[in-house]
């Protein structure tokens, strides 16, 4: 089963045997049902993989991009199309970063401080410290 399937073009899987999970025997009904219902799924997905991969295989002939994406797939550091981009900073230093929180804080205090000056500070702001200091 295992050689028909990579010749099928399936990937090798960690366990060999989808769908035949052991089951301890100190394990209840429910606990069982549990693992049949995980090995009927696996079983599905992998017969659900093997007529995807037959169908793939089957349209490369008349489509060359559905073998290059199959090859991308099964093989990704030979043939997966890899597209990098650097960016960089002012004369190829780093990038440099605001913090947009500090920057918000930095302009509400500036506007605070003007509105505070033009209108005077609203009876429901408690004065600071520094202003009761006189």
């Not at 060359?64 to 199309?81: M, Q, Y």
């Amino acid at each position: 089963m295992a050689e028909l399937e990579l010749r099928e073009g399936r990937k090798r899987r960690r366990r060999p045997d989808v769908g035949e999970h052991e089951v301890p025997a100190r394990w209840g009904e429910r606990d069982r049902l549990c693992v049949d219902l995980v090995d009927a799924l696996e079983k599905a997905e992998a017969e659900a993989e093997v007529r995807v991969v037959a169908i793939v295989q089957n349209a490369i002939p008349a489509n060359w991009t559905a073998g290059f994406r199959w090859l991308e797939s099964r093989a990704r550091s030979r043939w997966l199309r890899v597209e990098r981009q650097e960016l960089t900073g002012r004369d190829g230093g780093p990038v440099a970063v605001e913090d947009p929180v500090a920057k918000i804080m930095a302009d509400s205090d500036k506007v605070a401080k003007r509105l505070f000056e033009t209108y005077g500070r609203p009876p429901w702001i408690a004065a600071s410290a520094e202003d009761n200091s006189d």
